[in-house]
């Protein structure tokens, strides 16, 4: 819009729109990435699993309507073996030893961004949750709640620098 003689007037909130989507997105990858980590690293902490690290290695990240950070994963070493008659043995070698991800995490509406953290591994629920046999390892629950802080801090900087 033009005032003769006075002010030009130009909408660029179309650009504006873009720019805070965009940094909103930087944003939860980031924390995304963060919380994958600290949520890999609870793992490690009693009670502590850790035998291939098939599981570790498999939590991942999606901004919502986009696909996992990363696309396989696999374990760090073979699983252990007792001896080749055991029944464990037949049970780990059962195991996967890699993994993947495909398809997108679910869309985000006008007024909801998200960042699903997480892990497809079907035993991960009974090392999370743990089972009658085994005491829980909360590692999704406690890397993130343990992480809130700096999870916020991340999201802070990066939309306040953009």
């Not at 924390?31 to 035998?51: F, H, N, V």
């Not at 743990?130 to 890397?143: E, P, Q, R, V």
């Amino acid at each position: 819009m033009r005032i003769e003689g006075f002010v030009d007037i130009k909408d660029n909130s179309e650009f504006f729109i873009a720019a805070v989507e965009a940094a909103a997105e930087r944003a939860l990858d980031a924390a995304g990435m963060q919380a994958a980590s600290a949520c890999a690293r609870e793992l490690q902490r009693s009670p502590s699993r850790i035998d291939t690290g098939l599981l570790r290695n498999s939590i991942t990240w999606a901004v919502g309507g986009k696909s996992a950070a990363i696309s396989s994963y696999s374990a760090d070493r073979p699983s252990r073996h007792m001896n080749e008659d055991s029944v464990w043995s037949v049970l780990q070698a059962a195991r996967p030893s890699s993994g993947s991800y495909s398809g997108t995490a679910p869309a985000d509406t006008d007024k909801t961004r998200s960042v699903y953290i997480g892990t497809n591994v079907e035993y991960a629920i009974y090392v999370h949750e743990g089972t009658k046999h085994m005491t829980a390892n909360h590692f999704l629950k406690n890397g993130i709640s343990k992480n809130r802080g700096k999870l916020t801090e991340i999201m802070k900087t990066i939309l306040q620098s953009s």
